[in-house]
C-alpha cells in the first residue's frame, strides 16, 4: 500500500500564494499521474490540477496561469504551488496518485489539507 500525505495548507488573504505538497511513502515501484484535487464546503471534489510522470500538465480552467503543478519523482512528491488566489480557491485540498508496487498497482487518496483564502 502507498500513503500519501498533504502539507501546506493554511489560511492566507486574497491575492496571496501557498505551495502544498504530497509526498508519497510505501514500497513504491513506480509512480505515475499524479493529481490535485479540491473539495469546497457542500459541494463536489472537483480535479484541480494533474501532471505525469514524465511532467505532461493539465489544469482546470479556473486556476489556469495562477497554479502550478510540479512533481520530484525521486522524492515521490508533486508540489502545487498557487498564486493570486481568491476566495473561491478556499476548500480541502486532496492529493490523488496511481502507482505500482512490486506485486501490484493502485491509487491512493491524501487525507487533505485545508486553504481559507480571505477577502
Known amino acids: 500500500q502507498v500513503q500519501l500525505v498533504e502539507s501546506g495548507g493554511g489560511l492566507v488573504q486574497a491575492g496571496g500564494s501557498l505551495r502544498l505538497s504530497c509526498a508519497a511513502s510505501?514500497?513504491?515501484?513506480?509512480?505515475?499521474?499524479m493529481r490535485w484535487y479540491r473539495q469546497a464546503p457542500g459541494k463536489q471534489r472537483d480535479m484541480v490540477a494533474t501532471i505525469t510522470r514524465g511532467g505532461m500538465t493539465n489544469y482546470a480552467d479556473s486556476v489556469k496561469g495562477r497554479f502550478t503543478i510540479s512533481r520530484d519523482n525521486a522524492k515521490n512528491t508533486v508540489y502545487l504551488q498557487m498564486n493570486s488566489l481568491k476566495p473561491e480557491d478556499t476548500g480541502v485540498y486532496y492529493c490523488?496518485?496511481?502507482?505500482?508496487?512490486?506485486?501490484?498497482?493502485?491509487?491512493?487518496w491524501g487525507q487533505g489539507t485545508q486553504v481559507t483564502v480571505s477577502s
Open positions: 510505501g514500497t513504491i515501484y513506480s509512480i505515475d499521474d
Open positions: 490523488n496518485a496511481d502507482w505500482h508496487t512490486f506485486v501490484r498497482q493502485g491509487g491512493s
